[in-house]
């Protein structure tokens, strides 16, 4: 008995929850970035979402970024990971959507001679079209990240245009 009460208590929690698949392409805005790894990165994300309104959601998401690459002036080769974590609140309208959040990029870069890791800060905003078929969704999302940080050595630039598209299930 008060298993079926737990489960009861806790159904409402899940009621008005999305779960996004997506793939797409990152477009750094940064010049030596692009010279490095080229002018788009392959990504993937796993993203919840909870409506907490009937037109406004919060969302949990995380990315996953990898490439490989040559350094720019010894033409050393490099492979850079990106794994961003993000949170913000999502406006609907209608099939259209507006994002805003804020996020943890953590990256690892390595060479053949030395390697570097670390996280930043930043911000995003995106926008969006979801298209829902019962408890199935397609949507498109474009979202503009500003994430930098500047160390005594070496300036970080993650920032850039990232495009997606995905499946998802409402619960």
């Known amino acids: 008995m008060r298993k079926i009460i737990l489960v009861l208590a806790v159904l409402p929690l899940w009621a008005g929850v999305d779960l996004t698949l ?3 392409l990152f477009l750094p805005r940064a010049s030596y970035f692009r010279d490095a790894y080229g002018s788009t990165i392959s990504n993937f994300s796993l993203e ?8 406004v959601g919060a969302f949990l998401g995380v990315d996953y970024m990898h490439k490989k690459g040559k350094l720019t002036y010894s033409g050393e ?5 990106v794994v961003p974590v993000n949170a913000g609140v999502r406006f609907h309208f209608l099939t259209m959507f507006l994002d805003a959040g804020v996020g943890s990029w953590n990256y690892k870069e390595e060479a053949s001679f030395a390697s570097a890791s670390g996280s930043m800060t930043g911000f995003f905003v995106g926008a969006g079209f979801r298209y829902s078929l019962m ?23 993650l920032s850039g245009l990232q495009l ?3 499946v998802g299930v409402s619960f």
């Open 48 to 55: 919840g979402e909870y409506h907490i309104a009937p037109l």
């Open 135 to 157: 408890k199935f969704h397609l949507r498109f999302r474009a979202k503009y990240s500003l994430a930098k940080k500047k160390t005594e050595d070496l300036e970080s630039d």
């Open 22 to 24: 997506s793939g797409g």
């Open 164 to 166: 997606e598209a995905g």
């Open 77 to 81: 080769p490099v492979k850079l990971t």
